[in-house]
């Protein structure tokens, strides 16, 4: 199978190449650049212990501030003990967490893990940070309900986006980013395209209320601007990725192809698992193996060479229901 391109690392020429040397990767390099240039006023990500003081010196480079919440021991979440109450509750982030000692490099620490940060140009901010649901010992201890509601404020996300995610993110009702696909009804713009997001190439985080929500286009549209100013190669690249069409299952399974999509008819030359959690991505084996794909409600038609190469019958899934739609994403 070929090497993901989504997740490669893109060391930009100049602007905002600090933050790339001192995480070792580009993941969310668009947002770090909307962060510098004031259209973003808040983020948080996960930095490996041993290169805080590096990411540290970046930070101050670019006027960030930034303060450090809990380590994280990030596991997939095949591997969480049956025992651990409140397990079923995790949903884009699984982890063991444990309290931050006074000295980074104590013995206790791996350097695997990873510190949760906060990082705004408004040292006000980061005191509004909402952590994320994590393991402590044999339980999950989830963040308050009224952070959670109003977390996107702080993090700069469209109103009705944050509207729209109260009423439908709850996953064991909805899957969100099927909602988001039914109230789309005009062609989706690249721009409103979330499932890069946690790759090295997106211009937003955010799950928009539709596929082509005139906010994020407008917020979206500026940070593109500006970025392009500075690293044309990176807005070249993130466009490129982004004007693809994608097979959505939920919030972490989803696929990335290259090719025409006609008559619910995909013809493809490439594909790619674009979410990170890869014990997700249970059809990339049957994908590699056809040329193109078809979806009538829960079923996945797979062709080779126009001959009917196998069936994938979609479960449902009482937590995190999974229904599956394709999406092209233009202008």
């Given at each position: 199978?070929?090497?993901?391109?989504?997740?490669?690392?893109?060391?930009?020429?100049?602007?905002?190449?600090?933050?790339?040397?001192?995480?070792?990767?580009?993941l969310?390099?668009?947002?770090?650049?909307?962060?510098?240039?004031?259209?973003?006023?808040?983020?948080?990500?996960?930095?490996?212990?041993?290169?805080?003081?590096?990411?540290?010196?970046?930070?101050?480079?670019?006027?960030?501030?930034?303060?450090?919440?809990?380590?994280?021991?990030?596991?997939?979440?095949?591997?969480?003990?049956?025992?651990i109450?409140?397990?079923?509750?995790?949903?884009?982030?699984?982890?063991?967490?444990?309290?931050?000692?006074?000295?980074?490099?104590?013995?206790?620490?791996?350097?695997?893990?990873?510190?949760?940060?906060?990082?705004?140009?408004?040292?006000?901010?980061?005191?509004?940070?909402?952590?994320?649901?994590?393991?402590?010992?044999?339980?999950?201890i989830?963040?308050?309900?009224?952070?959670?509601?109003?977390?996107?404020?702080?993090?700069?996300?469209?109103?009705?986006?944050?509207?729209?995610?109260?009423?439908?993110?709850?996953?064991?009702?909805?899957?969100?980013?099927?909602?988001?696909?039914?109230?789309?009804?005009a062609?989706?713009?690249?721009?409103?395209?979330?499932?890069?997001?946690?790759?090295?190439?997106?211009?937003?985080?955010?799950?928009?209320?539709?596929?082509?929500c005139?906010e994020?286009?407008?917020?979206?549209?500026?940070?593109?601007?500006?970025?392009?100013?500075?690293?044309?190669?990176?807005?070249?690249?993130?466009?490129y990725?982004?004007?693809?069409?994608?097979?959505?299952?939920?919030?972490?399974?989803?696929?990335?192809?290259?090719?025409?999509?006609?008559?619910?008819?995909?013809?493809?030359?490439?594909?790619?698992?674009?979410?990170?959690?890869?014990?997700?991505?249970?059809y990339?084996?049957?994908?590699?193996?056809?040329?193109?794909?078809?979806?009538?409600?829960?079923?996945?038609?797979?062709?080779?060479?126009?001959?009917?190469?196998?069936?994938?019958?979609?479960?449902?899934?009482?937590?995190?229901?999974?229904?599956?739609?394709?999406?092209?994403?233009?202008?």
């Open positions: 199978m070929q090497d993901n391109p989504l997740f490669r690392t893109f060391l930009p020429k100049k602007f905002c190449k600090e933050f790339v040397e001192a995480k070792g990767n580009s969310q390099l668009g947002l770090y650049m909307a962060l510098v240039l004031g259209l973003k006023p808040l983020m948080d990500d996960w930095i490996p212990v041993g290169n805080l003081k590096k990411f540290k010196k970046a930070c101050r480079r670019y006027g960030i501030y930034l303060r450090e919440d809990v380590i994280f021991k990030c596991i997939p979440s095949s591997q969480i003990s049956d025992n109450i409140g397990r079923e509750i995790l949903t884009t982030t699984s982890a063991y967490g444990k309290l931050i000692p006074k000295r980074h490099h104590s013995k206790n620490i791996s350097l695997q893990e990873q510190v949760h940060v906060f990082l705004s140009k408004d040292k006000n901010l980061l005191t509004r940070g909402m952590w994320y649901p994590v393991i402590v010992k044999d339980r999950v989830p963040q308050p309900r009224f952070d959670s509601l109003m977390y996107g404020y702080v993090l700069g996300y469209p109103q009705c986006c944050i509207k729209f995610f109260r009423e439908f993110n709850n996953w064991r009702m909805h899957s969100y980013l099927y909602q988001a696909y039914k109230h789309t009804i062609q989706p713009h690249y721009l409103c395209n979330p499932f890069l997001k946690d790759t090295s190439f997106a211009y937003i985080y955010h799950m928009p209320c539709n596929y082509r005139l994020t286009i407008k917020l979206a549209r500026k940070i593109r601007r500006e970025i392009k100013k500075r690293e044309p190669d990176y807005v070249n690249f993130t466009d990725y982004l004007k693809k069409i994608y097979l959505v299952f939920y919030e972490k399974k989803y696929y990335w192809f290259e090719g025409n999509f006609e008559n619910n008819v995909v013809v493809f030359k490439k594909m790619f698992f674009c979410s990170p959690d890869k014990d997700k991505d249970v990339s084996r049957y994908f590699v193996k056809a040329d193109a794909l078809s979806l009538k409600g829960r079923r996945i038609y797979l062709y080779k060479k126009r001959n009917l190469y196998k069936i994938i019958n979609v479960p449902l899934n009482e937590f995190a229901p999974e229904y599956p739609f394709i999406i092209k994403f233009g202008e």
